[in-house]
Each structure stands twice: as structure tokens, then as C-alpha cells.
């Protein structure tokens, strides 16, 4: 059974910071790419980052370029999303995916 469980996600302030962390589980994790997903009420869900199999490489939605860093740990099946100069706009769900599977979602809420 596959799963993806991610966890971080909160209330912050506009400039605040927050980390995403998703676990995946039944599949061989370092064998795929990963990238998290955001969809905001009313919007399409759309690739905010990805990060290759090994995590050299990485792309990035030009929303979060510069912001929002993408990276993995293999040795513990975990993809993270570090969010730093948060704006209400990214404001979302945020969903991690690896080999067409997805996670349940996190909230992010920037708000003051």
C-alpha cells in the first residue's frame, strides 16, 4: 500500500516561514522524482516545485523562485518544501507527489 503523509502545514504571517515535510511509503522513493503541488479554493492545482531522483536537480513555479527551496533525504523517504517570505498568496493546499501518487493535503494559511 502507498502512502504519502505530509505534515508542517499551519497559520503564519505574511513573511513568515514554514517546512513541509511528506513521507512516502511503498514505493522505492529514491527510484522517482518528487515535486509538491498546491491548489488555492477556486484555482487549479498547480507544480510549485520538483526535485530529481538523486535531489541535484530542481524546478521551481516562477511564484516561488527564490522563496521556496525543494529537497530530499532518501535514507528517509522524505521530500521537504522550505517556505521562506511567505505572501497570502500562497495561501493553499499543499499536496506532495512521486510516482503519480498523492499525498492527503496539507493547509497553509498566510495571513495576518
Known amino acids: 500500500q502507498v502512502q504519502l503523509v505530509e505534515s508542517g502545514g499551519g497559520l503564519v504571517q505574511p513573511g513568515g516561514s514554514l517546512r513541509l515535510s511528506c513521507t512516502v511509503s511503498g514505493i522505492a522513493f529514491r527510484l522517482y522524482s518528487a515535486a509538491w503541488y498546491r491548489q488555492a479554493p477556486g484555482k487549479q492545482r498547480e507544480l510549485v516545485a520538483r526535485?530529481?531522483?538523486?535531489?541535484?536537480?530542481?524546478n521551481y513555479a516562477d511564484s516561488v523562485r527564490g522563496r521556496f527551496t525543494i529537497s530530499r533525504d532518501n535514507t528517509k523517504n522524505t521530500v521537504y518544501l522550505q517556505m521562506n517570505s511567505l505572501k497570502p498568496e500562497d495561501t493553499a493546499v499543499y499536496y506532495c507527489?512521486?510516482?503519480?501518487?498523492w499525498g492527503q493535503g496539507t493547509q497553509v494559511t498566510v495571513s495576518s
Open positions: 507527489m512521486c510516482k503519480d501518487y
Open positions: 526535485v530529481s531522483l538523486g535531489g541535484a536537480t530542481t
